[in-house]
């Protein structure tokens, strides 16, 4: 029955068959008249759905949706949107801000960032008292403060009831704050005690203790922490969330599993655009002349190391004079110890993200990175010695004996130029992070020209001793 297995999937796609919500919705939105019926339809849909049809309405059949549906619900609805603001200036103030009122406040906080400062305080000015209290507690912290991307939404109980009271406790908070989870446990003074996961509540006998289902040593991070100083931390112990303390270790707010992988994706965002050479990743809102203070620097920077390696190339000029085929293949050289290079920074950075690392597991590394590098370099210099051999005999007409001995040089010089890139692209990042320079920052643009010297110098010194001084090809 070798087939029974591709029958199955096909039977389950005719049973299943997977559906377009968002067209769905989109259809709902513009044949419903009736109010009613159009609410109860979308209670049958996720909110995130329901978020991307609406960015496929027209402004007038947005305007219906918004006069159909509760603040709350249109709440939950834009907390999807990556552009809310947009859709946010299509309310009246009044509205909108009874809206950011029923956000979660991280949420209402990243959709008023968005907005000019004018409407910002507007909305801010029209909030409920709780909701701006929230709000303006989050503005009040420094971006990379990891408080700024905490909520409130979250059940906390103190540590002295029995298991029914916290049953009770649980049901009366969940009906405002619905990342129920765990619920964090605090002391007669008000300070973090630990946390309970929701199952062992649930599974507690009533006659249990409430103290031995308390997780005493929960993780924790507190509110005026660097983002990144402490993303390690959180994205290491998986939890689905993490409590923020202030400084005297009371719970001030929580990061959810969704605000961690944000905080995760973001500090990844970053180090990709400073393995480029920028400050931080470029945004479509940015102006554009932000953008060229951002990469000119290090461009003016990368110019004078090109020009040195250039004047470098020149030492060589007779090399060329004699055999110009060799400059045929100086880029395939320059551009594979570029990319060793590179794929050695990468891992290397990973690794350096772990403070604990010895000595000897960075020597260690060195050793492996630059292992690899010769492997992979042996590997592709014979190739290129075969196959430059023949095409250069072929469609260049050189003899075969002189045809391999410039795809021999090739292919030597791929060999020294990858071991020395693995060897560059480990040891340059680890002596920023030696002396607390960002690795990411500085390696990619210093590794990248230094690899580019060194493949120069490997290439042409090469060709200049085998091929013009010894073989006289």
Not at 385 to 393: A, D, E, R
Not at 437 to 446: E, K, N, Q, T, W
Request: glycine share 4%; aromatic share 8%; proline share 3%.
């Amino acid at each position: 029955m070798p087939n029974s297995g591709k029958k199955e999937v096909t039977m389950n796609k005719v049973l299943f068959p997977t559906k377009d919500y968002v067209k769905e919705l989109v259809r709902i939105f513009k044949s419903s008249k009736n109010s009613q019926k159009l609410v109860k339809a979308l209670s049958k849909y996720h909110e995130k759905d329901i978020a991307e049809a609406i960015t496929l309405l027209t402004p007038a059949e947005r305007q219906h949706i918004y006069n159909v549906l509760d603040e709350h619900m249109i709440a939950e609805i834009f907390s999807y949107l990556d552009d809310a603001e947009k859709y946010l200036e299509e309310l009246s103030l009044e509205k909108a801000a009874r809206v950011v009122s029923y956000m979660d406040s991280d949420d209402a906080v990243d959709v008023l960032d968005d907005l000019s400062e004018t409407k910002k305080n507007e909305i801010v000015e029209h909030l409920d008292a709780d909701a701006k209290e929230d709000v303006q507690k989050l503005l009040s912290y420094e971006n990379d403060e990891i408080g700024s991307c905490m909520t409130n939404n979250f059940i906390c109980i103190p540590d002295n009831l029995t298991i029914r009271e916290a049953m009770s406790a649980l049901v009366k908070q969940a009906g405002e704050h619905d990342n129920i989870s765990t619920i964090y446990v605090v002391n007669s003074a008000d300070k973090f005690a630990g946390a309970i996961d929701l199952k062992d509540l649930i599974i507690a006998r009533q006659n249990d203790n409430l103290a031995d289902i308390i997780s005493s040593s929960y993780p924790y991070v507190y509110e005026h922490e660097n983002i990144n100083e402490c993303i390690d931390k959180i994205a290491d112990y998986e939890e689905d969330s993490i409590p923020v303390l202030t400084e005297d270790g009371k719970i001030c707010g929580i990061l959810t599993a969704t605000d961690i992988v944000e905080l995760v994706d973001d500090a990844m965002g970053d180090d990709y655009a400073k393995l480029a050479g920028l400050t931080s990743e470029d945004d479509l809102s940015e102006p554009t002349l932000v953008s060229i203070k951002k990469r000119l620097p290090w461009l003016i920077i990368l110019l004078f190391l090109g020009m040195a390696v250039s004047s470098v190339v020149g030492i060589f000029e007779s090399v060329v004079a004699v055999l110009p085929i060799v400059i045929c293949f100086q880029s395939l050289v320059l551009d594979m110890a570029g990319n060793v290079g590179t794929q050695s920074l990468a891992v290397t950075i990973r690794v350096l993200m772990d403070e604990t690392l010895s000595a000897k597991k960075k020597l260690s590394l060195l050793f492996k990175e630059m292992k690899i590098g010769f492997i992979n370099g042996a590997s592709l210099g014979i190739m290129a010695l075969v196959f430059l051999g023949v095409y250069i005999h072929i469609f260049k007409k050189y003899a075969w004996m002189s045809a391999f001995l410039i795809s021999g040089c090739v292919g030597l010089s791929l060999i020294v130029a990858m071991v020395v890139s693995s060897l560059v692209g480990t040891i340059i990042p680890m002596f920023f992070h030696k002396i607390h320079i960002d690795p990411a920052v500085a390696s990619g643009p210093l590794i990248t020209t230094v690899n580019d010297l060194v493949a120069v110098v490997t290439y042409y010194g090469l060709a200049m001793i085998f091929l013009v001084e010894i073989f006289h090809v």
